[in-house]
């Protein structure tokens, strides 16, 4: 059994992926940016400021890393997690990182997968397409109050993922090393555009919910009045044209791949995710 770091345990894909290492068997170690009050298990690590970065690594066999939302810079977050992975002698890294992320090497998402791919270290990187989990969580807030999905992405189509199946590839690879220096794009199975992710939450919940084509700045006044960081606003409505243009709708089949069951459907997502939406 593997002492295992899992950067951003307390998140969405962090918080599964935790509940699968611990029901192995292995002993799980969460970062955590908070400072106070910090459980036996917990760690000070702050990837923005370093603070914690050595002593969080101390005893540890394997990590899990993303960079937090919030920042654009994610190289500058996450390379100094992989060398010190390195210095650690770490048996393996598994990266988060996004689908599209790879498609020029200038992006700081790829400068990080690019140190990782010549740290020599053992790896794999993930890059899952945009969540199902969005819908409960980023654009949950126009559902609860206007019964909308307000989005800049037109008819355009995605390949949503479940974010429980982002954690149960991220558990299979840091426990086997059969795909060992492979990089795998994860998308779910169900290629939906926002009409007909609007029409599941309806038939689900009972209550009328529609999609609404907004403008990118639109959006971009809406993030921006929600406190967002400008840098990171601009980043996210980059990639919600990148969404637009149709990129998000290529199906792969490496979660069938490695986990040897299909994808979580949108349907059984918007089922147990029902309370999110009832008011
Ligand atoms: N949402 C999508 O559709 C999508 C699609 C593809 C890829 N992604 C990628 O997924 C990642 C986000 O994953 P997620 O949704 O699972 O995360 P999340 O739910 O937003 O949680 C963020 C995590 O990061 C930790 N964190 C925040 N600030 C930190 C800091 N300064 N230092 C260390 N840890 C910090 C938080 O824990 P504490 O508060 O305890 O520190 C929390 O556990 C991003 O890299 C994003 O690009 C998202």
Not at 48 to 51: A, D, P
């Given at each position: 059994m593997d002492n295992i770091l899992v950067v951003g345990a307390s998140g969405t894909v962090g918080l599964e992926l935790v509940r699968i290492l611990k029901s192995k068997g292995h002993n799980v170690i969460h970062a955590t940016s908070k400072v106070e009050d910090l459980k036996p298990n917990q760690v000070h690590l702050n990837v923005?400021?370093?603070?914690g970065l050595k002593n969080a690594f101390e005893g540890v066999d394997k990590a899990f890393f993303l960079s937090p939302p919030g920042y654009a810079n994610q190289h500058e977050l996450l390379i100094p997690l992989i060398e010190q992975a390195k210095i650690n002698k770490l048996k393996k890294v598994v990266l988060m990182t996004a689908m599209g992320a790879n498609a020029v090497d200038s992006a700081p998402m790829r400068m990080a997968e690019v140190y990782l791919e010549k740290s020599g270290l053992q790896y794999n990187i993930i890059r899952p397409n945009w969540f199902m989990q969005n819908f409960n969580t980023f654009w949950l807030q126009g559902i609860l109050s206007q019964n909308k999905i307000f989005l800049p992405v037109g008819k355009a189509k995605g390949s949503f993922i479940d974010a429980r199946d982002i954690s149960a590839v991220a558990a299979n690879l840091l426990e086997n090393d059969?795909?060992?220096n492979q990089d795998f794009d994860l998308t779910g199975n169900d290629v939906l555009d926002h009409d007909q992710v609007a029409q599941v939450l309806s038939e689900v919940t009972g209550s009328k919910i529609s999609f609404q084509d907004i403008t990118s700045n639109e959006m971009l006044s809406g993030l921006l009045g929600a406190g967002l960081p400008k840098p990171y606003a601009e980043f996210l409505i980059m990639i919600l044209g990148f969404f637009k243009l149709g990129y998000a709708e290529r199906v792969t089949e490496n979660v069938e791949k490695i986990l040897g069951r299909k994808p979580i459907a949108f349907k059984q997502y918007a089922k147990d995710y029902k309370s999110s939406w009832v008011k």
């Open positions: 923005v400021t370093k603070v059969k795909f060992n």
